[in-house]
């Protein structure tokens, strides 16, 4: 059995200033230039948890929730929340930094998944993840609910194999 890691063994940090070529027409970073960042970072932080070859294989959630502008300073946080047998789902938070008071808020988030490969591109066990704040204990256990909906949606799981999703909805007597 692989050593457990812990999210923070995971954490890839990358800040960005949101240059004129980085913007649409009204100033805003444009969106794919974001998604793009995020997996370069992801891809970061999950080769630090298995240190083997990541490729992305799927985007799970998007949220943007602020524009970010012209010239913000742009900081880029990604850590692994949750490992499966071959497959790591890795949290991304994006945080502008107040250009004058350096105080930061967050305005974006995402959930992408990796798959690890060995030389030959097929998918290789990795470590399991090992929570250690509060937060990494919510992420690791919403990330299987996630999991489940996605293989329900894929046809690769029953609901009512899918036990956690079950669990949110179906009262145990």
């Not at 992305?56 to 913000?72: E, G, W, Y």
Request: net charge neutral.
């Amino acid at each position: 059995m692989l050593k457990p890691k812990t999210p923070a063994e995971t954490l890839a940090v990358t800040t960005k200033v949101v240059l004129p070529n980085d913007t649409n027409t009204l100033g805003n970073l444009f969106g794919g230039r974001l998604l793009a960042w995020m997996d370069e970072i992801a891809s970061v932080s999950a080769h630090r948890h298995c240190k083997r070859v990541c490729v992305t294989a799927s985007i799970n959630n998007v949220a943007f929730q602020n524009p970010i502008k012209l010239a913000d300073i742009v900081t880029l946080e990604a850590k692994v929340s949750r490992a499966f047998t071959s497959s790591m789902e890795v949290y991304i938070d994006v945080f502008v930094e107040d250009f004058n008071t350096g105080q930061r808020r967050k305005c974006n988030e995402a959930i992408f998944t990796f798959v690890a490969v060995d030389q030959l591109g097929n998918p290789i066990h990795v470590p399991p993840i090992r929570p250690e704040t509060e937060e990494d204990q919510m992420r690791y256990d919403s990330a299987l609910r996630r999991r489940q909906l996605s293989l329900i949606l894929a046809g690769k799981l029953t609901p009512d194999d899918a036990t956690e999703l079950k669990a949110l909805f179906v009262k145990s007597s």
